[in-house]
């Protein structure tokens, strides 16, 4: 029996941003979309988001089971600190500097050039707030070359590649904040990003630009902010009120790390996957 997990809501979010334009492709995605559900003995949602749009396709609600991506906590309480980040370690802020981080994907979808806006907008406010940017994807010289023109690259702005799985934690330890970026569009707002749960799990501050179902999160628990997609001197001013203010800081990783802990844990999520693989071959 197939159990056939929802990481995204497909084909609608390749259709939303325009990848997928032909008629015919349209068609042909929608019937592997139907192929896939009508085939599957359970369907695991990433968000309950997820969920409602896989039971606007006809299939049975009490046959989904929300399980979100993990923050993996055990990993954040065992950091090593002796580890070396290699050149992230030249970027990484002096004790009385503040580190916003961002990793993961440079895509169409991921609003990374925000983050350079709001650098731009801070470097003649707050000059100790420094900025590290690693990942890859088809925007990555776009926006090295927006943050060279916005003078804030090597200077506030440091954009490298990608860190191994294992060393991720550790940047992570060291960050103010932790960012989670996309472009406006109600699609995405479903999406369960890795570094939204990493940021919980490192009892961090998550800085989102999106609406749905995290932002709702964050601001239920206090453990994040939203700053406006389309106002990046806003979303500067709130940036640089908050990383200021060590109190509110604390306050919000703290709600963060007890977020991941009550509901994303490894062992508060397993169980209930555990639990739909085996009621498939029961």
């Known amino acids: 029996p197939m159990v056939f997990e929802v990481r995204d809501l497909w084909p609608e979010l390749p259709i939303a941003v325009g990848a997928l334009q032909s008629s015919f492709a349209k068609l042909l995605a929608f019937y592997l979309e139907k192929l896939a559900y009508k085939n599957s003995k359970k369907i695991i949602a990433l968000s309950n988001g997820m969920k409602e749009g896989i039971i606007k396709k006809g299939y049975p609600a009490n046959q989904i089971s929300v399980i979100t991506n993990l923050s993996n906590t055990s990993v954040y309480d065992k ?19 503040k580190l916003v981080i961002y990793t993961g994907a440079f ?35 776009n926006i090295f070359s927006m943050a060279k023109k916005l003078g804030v690259l090597d200077s506030s702005v440091f954009i490298t590649d990608p860190l191994e799985k294992s060393k991720i934690p550790l940047l992570y330890s060291k960050a103010s904040v932790v960012s989670s970026l996309f472009i ?10 890795n570094k939204f749960f990493d940021g919980l799990a490192a009892g961090k501050p998550i800085m989102i630009n999106y609406s749905g179902w995290q932002r709702l999160l964050l601001e239920k628990y206090n453990a994040g902010f939203y700053v406006p997609f389309d106002d990046h001197i806003k ?19 703290d709600s963060a790390k007890k977020l991941a802990d009550k509901y994303f844990a490894i062992d508060v999520q397993y169980p209930k996957f555990e639990k739909i693989l085996k009621s498939v071959i029961e």
């Open 184 to 193: 406006n569009l109600e699609e995405l707002w479903n999406n369960s990003a």
């Open 235 to 253: 979303g500067a001013e709130i940036l640089n009120k908050i990383v200021n203010n060590d109190e509110l800081n604390k306050n919000m990783g």
């Open 79 to 97: 950091i090593d600190k002796t580890m070396n980040l290699g050149i992230i370690d030249n970027y990484v802020p002096k004790p009385l500097d």
């Open 107 to 141: 895509g169409h979808v991921n609003d990374v050039k925000y983050l350079i806006n709001i650098a731009a907008v801070l470097k003649n406010i707050n000059s100790k707030i420094k900025f590290i940017i690693a990942g890859e994807g088809v925007e990555k010289l």
